[in-house]
């Protein structure tokens, strides 16, 4: 069957087509340029039962093609209405083209409610008859809730999910003070965005930890496969159980039987021959710097084999860097460099792209 290319505003309602009335199959892009030419859309069609194919976000390597059915979108939109007190209307801040803002369309769909697609910068926040919900993610929270109309909008939702990464405490603690109603959401495209509220499994989703902390969701909402790669599909998907298990790249822990996501598999860096977990570091830096101002990761060092480092735009010298996370992290954990770039490379939700980011720190070396 022919899969159709769909962008911007035609992206709800082809969603709605796809999803409520079995239509053809869509792929959903930027625009027809940034097709990637590994989907191969003109010359084989999509894989049997998909109904979406959508990218990943890339910021850790290649971006692959992953396969949604309509039964998983449907699953994944139900599953996130119920748990948030009903259906309702929902806003979108994001770049459609992703599963995070097609999802907000795909769970207006579903319940017959609007979907209104705004700026970026929220500075259009409508509101319409009935519940109100709105997606974002952290980058764009920590620069709202410095602007007391975007408060004062915010705080009229009835649930303001925030994800599409880690999601600094404080910043959560912040916006509830204020009487923002925050979400932190965890998933990613191949369980059709969002699947754990607030620590907790939605309905219909089982959180497994292997012994690694690797994180495993089972749930009618993951996805089908890698668009013609098999291999990779067949080292993220198990179907031995009941149902499809993903096996992702996320370390997690229960506390207080609450999932919490520590970070990724390839966090834990060895400097000095000591292990040194980035997430737990990156969550401190958010923590004092702001989500996203300063970037950790591990370089090569001749003497230490890794070394911690720091990229940022703001105006800081490793000293300042490391006295103001002293305390917080141990020793090994505090970066030991620090460089100053004009712009952080972001892909188009803001997430920070780590890939670009090693690539950068390399031409400077």
Same mark, same amino acid.
């Given at each position: 069957m022919h899969t159709r290319l769909i962008s911007g505003p035609a992206v709800p309602a082809a969603i709605a087509e796809v999803v409520l009335a079995g239509g053809p199959p869509v792929a959903v892009v930027a625009d027809e340029a940034s097709v %990637? %030419?590994?989907w191969d859309l003109a010359h084989s069609p999509l894989e049997a039962d998909a109904a979406v194919l959508v990218g990943t976000s890339g910021s850790t390597g290649e971006p692959k093609g992953v396969l949604l059915t309509a039964d998983a979108i449907r699953a994944s939109a139900q599953a996130t209405h119920q748990r948030l007190g009903g259906a309702g209307h929902w806003v979108c801040p994001l770049p459609l083209h992703y599963v995070a803002g097609l999802m907000t369309a795909a769970r207006a769909a579903v319940v017959g409610t609007r979907i209104s697609v705004v700026p970026s910068d929220l500075s259009e926040l409508p509101l319409h008859e009935g519940r109100?919900?709105?997606?974002?993610? +952290? +980058?764009q929270l920590h620069r709202a809730l410095d602007d007391p109309d975007a408060v004062a909008a915010l705080t009229s939702f009835d649930a303001v999910l925030v994800g599409g990464s880690a999601i600094p405490a404080p910043l959560l603690a912040r916006g509830r003070e204020v009487g923002i109603t925050l979400v932190a959401t965890y998933g990613m495209a191949e369980t059709c965005g969002g699947c754990v509220y607030d620590g907790v499994p939605l309905d219909g989703v089982r959180i497994d930890l @292997? /012994?690694? @902390?690797?994180i495993t969701i089972t749930a009618d909402s993951v996805f089908s496969g890698y668009r013609l790669n098999p291999q990779a599909t067949a080292a993220a998907l198990d179907f031995s159980g009941a149902g499809r298990t993903l096996r992702t790249h996320d370390r997690g822990r229960w506390s207080d039987r609450r999932l919490q996501v520590l970070g990724r598999l390839d966090d834990v860096v060895i400097t000095g021959g000591i292990n040194v977990d980035l997430g737990r570091a990156q969550r401190a +830096?958010? +923590?004092v710097?702001? %989500?996203?101002a300063v970037v950790l990761l591990g370089v090569p060092d001749e003497r230490w084999g890794t070394v911690i480092a720091a990229l940022t735009e703001l105006p800081l /010298?490793?000293?300042d860097c490391r006295a103001r996370l002293a305390g917080r992290l141990e020793p090994s954990a505090i970066p030991r460099r620090l460089r100053r770039v004009a712009g952080l490379p972001r892909t188009s939700t803001g997430k920070i792209d780590r890939r670009s980011l090693r690539r950068l720190w390399a031409e400077g070396s």
């Open positions: %990637p %030419p590994s109100n919900y709105l997606s974002v993610v +952290a +980058a @292997e /012994t690694d @902390e690797r +830096a958010d +923590a710097f702001g %989500p996203g /010298t490793v000293d």
